[in-house]
């Protein structure tokens, strides 16, 4: 029993570290190294599935920090770049990081609380997932309607939506191509359009950030959603989130922002062993190590000691984020701004090439002209996520 326990902590600190690594990491997701840790002979069965989980929420604590100061964004990061962006020009960088590390840990004990409703809504008794099957594509076109229909300049938005959902279409065939898309829509933009102004120093306080329950409420509700709409991914999710709470201020943006992204990963665990679906591919990676046991009456022995794994990932991740978020913010300052746009640019032009190759630094040159367009005309970036939700629409009326 004891040396279980042992093995259940060191694959849990094991992951945690591994999410450190893929979290600060630009374009390096825990699905690329869930994939290699498939060939170490040392991992099988509960122990890979444990580093998998761990390093799967451990990654959404950290991957704000490369977002915050560089600008490098992922699918799950791409629309935090602005708020967290603001708040470094404005020295409060590390409150940006602060804000979004006590988010993500909120998230995860209501995620933990909503386990229960969350297992009988979409399993059994309720079996709501046969519904949302049917109804996919109505779903898919209402999210794009709704982005679109409540931004300031309807005209602008629906082109700039359309525009981004077109490239979508041209890109989704190509290999890799989400990274590069979505650092040229939301990062390399957001650097090219910068004021060249000096960084200011970054305060760093300690004091406890206050967080509106309703916008970790709606960011876990949006990761349910992940889990439950097959191909919406948590970017997609998050701007329906974002739309329906209507607010402005960085502090509620950054907050929805990450209990999005942390509840996504929470609940693509659950939903394996609920529905026996992977909806991600560390979720994949779990099923090659873990012969997974429907939830039906009690939950499986597996699922409770990853669960376990996650709750002593989630705590270790929150100290981690903060404390080299403080690290990075008491040093940048020292930069010169305009060469940290320089810096940040040529890191996310660098981290195209080695992830993507030739094509995909041709796909993030067209992303970063249709972003800087959107900019220029004043849309607000969530339509840009037609690059998404356009391809998918036509791929479930089954036009594509």
């Known amino acids: 029993m004891l040396n279980e326990l042992l093995a259940i902590i060191s694959f ?9 690594a893929t979290g600060l990491i630009p374009g390096f997701h825990t699905n690329n190294v869930a994939i290699m840790l498939l060939s170490l002979p ?19 604590f950290l991957d704000i920090i490369p977002s915050t100061f ?13 708020p967290a962006h603001s708040m470094l020009l404005k020295g409060l960088g590390y409150e940006a990081i602060s804000i979004s590390a006590k988010a993500s840990m909120l998230s995860v004990i209501a995620s933990f609380m909503l386990l229960l409703p969350f297992k009988f809504f979409i399993g059994s008794p309720l079996n709501f997932y046969t519904f949302v099957q049917k109804a996919m594509p109505f779903i898919l076109i209402a999210i794009s309607v709704f982005v679109v229909a409540t931004s300031r300049n309807i005209k602008n938005a629906f082109l700039i939506f359309m525009l981004a ?17 979505l650092a040229g ?106 012969l997974i046991s429907k939830w039906n009456n009690t939950p499986p022995q597996p699922l409770l000691i990853i669960l376990a794994s996650l709750l002593l990932s989630s705590i270790l991740s929150f100290y981690a984020t903060k404390f080299i978020g403080k690290i990075i913010a008491k040093n940048i300052s020292r930069i010169n701004y305009s060469m940290l746009l320089i810096l940040s640019l040529a890191i996310i032009i660098a981290m195209v090439t080695i992830f993507s190759g030739i094509i995909g630094l041709a796909i ?26 356009l391809p998918l629409i036509l791929f479930y009326i089954h036009l594509f």
């Open 165 to 181: 959902g077109l490239f979508g279409i041209v890109i989704s065939r190509l290999p890799n191509s989400i990274f590069p898309a």
């Open 42 to 60: 040392f991992l099988n069965d509960l122990k890979g599935a444990i580093l998998i989980s761990s390093a799967a929420i451990t990654h959404t």
């Open 12 to 20: 849990s600190f094991l992951g945690f570290l591994t999410g450190i």
């Open 70 to 82: 560089i600008g490098a964004p992922e699918e799950d990061t791409a629309l935090v770049i602005l």
């Open 185 to 290: 829509l939301f990062g390399a933009s957001t650097i090219i359009m910068a004021k060249k102004e000096e960084l200011p120093e970054q305060k760093i306080d300690e004091r406890d950030e206050s967080i509106e329950s309703l916008d970790v409420a709606s960011g876990v509700l949006a990761g349910c959603l992940v889990a439950i709409l097959p191909g919406v991914s948590s970017a997609i999710a998050t701007t329906m989130a974002l739309e329906s709470r209507r607010k402005s201020n960085e502090r509620n943006a950054i907050a929805i922002l990450s209990s999005t992204n942390t509840a996504t990963n929470f609940f693509v665990i659950a939903t394996l062993f609920i529905l026996l679906k992977a909806r991600s591919g560390f979720a994949i990676a779990i099923q090659h190590f873990l």
């Open 364 to 389: 993030f040159i067209v992303a970063t002209l249709i972003g800087i367009n959107c900019l220029k005309m004043n849309v607000r970036r969530s339509n840009l996520m037609g690059v998404l939700l």
